[in-house]
């Protein structure tokens, strides 16, 4: 087998990834796996994205030492990659920056992206905002509800939201909608996507962009610790923030991996969105990779208190990883996020997104079990301003 | 020759475009189905299109959405699809195709797909998602039960891949009218004409070519084989007629058949 750092091969994650997709968006796929192969390597663009990157968004972002946590769980040492404070409050700026930039490039004048949680609508905004695209959302009408903060922001920021109203109304049907706009404008528009799926080459262009997350935090645990971490620990809906953290450690087989997906109300209640803890293979959005379907290949609803992880696929860089058992997929549940929301903001004075709260909450747990001379990355996501209102009411309906 | 081959011949001689008709199979629901193949294929339509409803239909504009989740809310499921067809063998030997989004296809497996097809005497299959360069166990299977796949093509494919999947389809060719999703139109645009005269000279003697999306009443349809192509694909405009009337199924199937009958009225070349 190759190094895992080389893939994909031929848009390839093993058998997972590939394009299947509506022969009207072969040629764009094509000119844009063409494009993004030139520019990736090009200096100038290579060197705008840096400046971006610091001056823009605020990279590299800090790689805490979380002791409070530590010293409450008593057992390895965690370490909290800061996300939450890069611009945007998330670490989806890395990947709209990129993706923006290459647009530009590209000479496309309109982006449209989806968006669940809101965050990557919101990176997407600001990214064109500041690089003088214009921008179009488009966001499932029940996420809309759960995260209106963030449908204000993106207006703010100039954006147009597009309410999706068709199936589960979350972020599965905010793609399809994306994905029927790209196919009607595809002559002037970009379509951003904003996580690791979707048909080659976005997994590979998301990931390459997202990466930066495990370059700098490599370093810096290694000018910390003189070591490498034992344990990373993110969250998983399409998987870009574990990828990102993932990838620079593939090809060392000693740093695992775990990927956490929202086990809802729990795995037997049927209302989570666990794809690779409870799915199968299928054909979504453009890949092949575990889904959520009934028996008949019907894409079935999801269920997570986080709608950024409320996704019935997931990234198939993911899947490979599952396969070949190079990464460990675990679940925590709507109500153990919860509880680390609440254990973070008390014990370390920081308050975390949902999403980035299953990672947690398995990592305190993980943590437990391992030496004290041990040590474990999670990847904080993003920051739970956001989140503040869903939490109130988790809150109000325990104590009920 | 496959029997979607021969009709395009036979019409062919008779000066006639092939009228291909579009329902989801299940909408409303499934019990109602071989009523309306019955009406369509009584009004004109000859080479019928059944639509296997997916939950997520990318390439599919609001009427058809609409008509999936009628037809999924109902319990229609792929073997429901078939059975129906099977009630529409009964009483027609008009050709019948599948249309289906790719992975219902992979989770009964290829094989399996293609074996049942072949039980039920289905003709061909169109799948709006997969891709030539994904279909390669697809092809040759379907190759082995004698199965059309009627694979797309489209305003941006290039020459060279179109000459690519020219070779791997079968029955007909089923050329995308413009950049959209699936939907009725006001207009057929001028660039759809010149699209048709750009790619019949890849075509002819090779393949017939058909067009879809778009095509909403006898003018649009007489407008496309005047051009030169030889098939129009009918499908939200029969769609939108099934949505207006599900209450009243009397009305719904008396529109059907008109609209039928003028589409393929309107195709018959006259001198």
Excluded at chain 1, 71 to 94: P, Q, T
Aim: with cysteine.
């Amino acid at each position: 087998m190759k190094k895992l750092s080389k893939y994909p091969v031929d848009g390839k994650y093993g058998k997972f990834g590939g394009r299947f997709i509506p022969e009207v968006l072969m040629a764009a796929i094509n000119e844009l796996e063409k494009s993004y192969e030139k520019i990736k390597n090009d200096t100038r663009f290579k060197k705008e994205l840096e400046y971006y990157l610091s001056e823009y968004a605020g990279r590299p972002t800090p790689l805490y030492y979380a002791k409070n946590l530590t010293k409450m769980v008593e057992g390895a040492k965690i370490y909290l990659k800061r996300e939450d404070l890069a611009h945007g409050g998330a670490h989806k700026i890395n990947n709209t920056i990129g993706q923006a930039l290459l647009a530009k490039q590209m000479g496309k004048t309109r982006v449209i992206a989806e968006t669940g949680a809101g965050q990557h609508g919101v990176a997407t905004a600001m990214a064109c905002a500041t690089l003088g695209l214009k921008a179009e959302v488009f966001m499932g009408i029940e996420d809309m509800k759960r995260q209106k903060l963030n449908v204000f922001r993106m207006e703010l920021l100039g954006a147009k939201v597009h309410p999706v109203k068709s199936g589960s109304r979350t972020l599965k049907d905010a793609i399809n909608e994306a994905l029927r706009d790209w196919v009607t404008n595809i002559q002037d528009t970009y379509y951003l996507i904003g996580s690791v799926v979707g048909p080659h080459p976005y997994p590979l262009i998301v990931r390459d962009f997202q990466s930066i997350i495990g370059k700098e935090l490599k370093n810096q645990f290694m000018s910390k610790e003189k070591k490498f971490p034992d344990a990373l620990v993110a969250c998983v809906g399409g998987g870009s923030n574990a990828i990102g953290t993932f990838y620079p450690f593939e090809d060392y087989p000693e740093v695992e991996f775990y990927g956490i997906e929202a086990a809802g109300k729990g795995i037997k209640s049927g209302k989570h969105a666990a794809s690779l803890g409870a799915g199968s293979e299928g054909v979504f959005h453009g890949m092949l990779t575990y889904v959520l379907q009934n028996d008949v290949g019907q894409i079935q609803n999801t269920h997570s208190i986080s709608a950024g992880l409320d996704y019935p696929g997931v990234g198939p860089e993911h899947s490979f990883l599952k396969t070949i058992k190079r990464a460990h997929y675990a679940t925590a549940t709507d109500e153990e996020a919860a509880n680390a929301f609440c254990k973070l903001s008390k014990e370390e004075g920081i308050i975390p997104a949902l999403e980035s709260s299953h990672a947690l909450a398995f990592a305190m747990n993980l943590a437990k079990r391992m030496d004290k001379e041990k040590t474990i990355v999670v990847t904080l996501s993003g920051r739970g301003d956001k989140d503040v209102e869903v939490i109130a009411s988790h809150l109000r309906e325990s104590s009920e | 020759m496959s029997e979607i081959d021969i009709i395009f011949k036979k019409l062919k001689t008779k000066n006639q475009g092939t009228l291909i008709g579009y329902v989801t199979a299940g909408d409303p629901e499934p019990k109602i189905t071989p009523i309306i193949a019955d009406t369509l294929i009584n009004g004109g339509v000859d080479i019928l299109e059944l639509g296997i409803p997916f939950s997520d239909p990318i390439a599919d504009g609001p009427i058809i959405q609409a008509a999936s989740s009628r037809a999924l809310k109902a319990g229609t499921t792929p073997k429901t699809v078939l059975k129906i067809a099977k009630e529409i063998r009964k009483k027609h030997d008009t050709p019948i195709v599948i249309l289906t989004y790719y992975n219902p296809i992979f989770k009964m497996g290829v094989k399996n797909f293609f074996s049942l097809l072949n039980t039920y005497k289905i003709n061909g299959v169109i799948v709006p998602d997969l891709p030539i360069e994904e279909a390669y166990d697809y092809h040759k299977i379907a190759q082995e039960y004698k199965i059309d796949t009627i694979f797309l093509a489209a305003p941006s494919t290039s020459e060279e891949r179109l000459d690519k999947i020219i070779k791997h389809s079968s029955g007909f060719l089923y050329l995308v009218s413009h950049f959209g999703v699936t939907g009725t139109r006001k207009k057929i645009q001028d660039s759809t004409i010149k699209l048709i005269k750009k790619i019949l000279p890849k075509t002819s003697n090779k393949i017939p070519l058909a067009v879809g999306f778009g095509i909403s009443n006898p003018e649009h349809a007489k407008l496309i084989i005047q051009s030169g192509a030889q098939g129009a694909i009918v499908g939200s405009a029969f769609v939108k007629i099934i949505d207006e009337n599900h209450e009243r199924t009397d009305i719904m199937l008396k529109r059907i058949h008109k609209f039928a009958h003028d589409l393929k009225d309107a195709m018959i070349i006259k001198y």
